[in-house]
């Protein structure tokens, strides 16, 4: 069944983070409404603005991964339809609303520790930022551009 690039912006705030309170959905919905509007990289390269592309793009979202690390995913956004929360930090999104302690970002990560990693990804595109409950928030560096 095909969702809605709605329904699958819902599905993946509350796999990403349901857990973590309504500034931390809104967190992670800035992050991937930043790469919507991604004006240079790999985001506007790929994504070329569209929502469901950034949803989508391959090995970006746990949530979008069946299997992990070689196990599978118990975790998924089909397997966890969303509730009336995670419509709602949607729609706030999708109406241009920002969370500032994500703004600009375009990565978060859960490190499963107390610190967050100075760069993330590996390759040293993003600088850490923030963080907010369980997840750190990065934005570009440099060498994004040339991604």
């Known amino acids: 069944m095909a969702y809605t690039a709605r329904e699958l912006f819902a599905r993946m705030i509350k796999c990403e983070a349901g857990g973590e309170g309504l500034n931390g959905m809104r967190a992670v919905a800035t992050v991937i409404m930043n790469r919507v509007h ?17 949803l989508e793009q391959p090995y970006q979202f746990t949530c979008m991964m069946s299997t992990v690390y070689g196990e599978q995913n118990p975790q998924t956004v089909w397997s966890n339809p969303p ?10 999104a999708l109406s241009g609303n920002q969370l ?18 100075n760069t993330f990804p590996r390759n040293g595109t993003g600088r850490i930022f923030n963080r907010i409950g369980e997840h750190c928030f990065y934005q570009p ?4 551009s040339q991604t």
């Open 100 to 117: 500032m302690g994500a703004a600009e970002c375009l990565w978060y990560m859960n490190p499963f520790s107390p610190q967050c990693p």
């Open 83 to 92: 509730e009336q929360i995670h419509y709602e930090v949607v729609d706030w």
């Open 38 to 54: 991604a004006a240079y990289g790999e985001y506007q390269r790929v994504c070329q603005g569209d929502l469901r592309r950034v």
């Open 141 to 144: 560096t440099e060498l994004y």
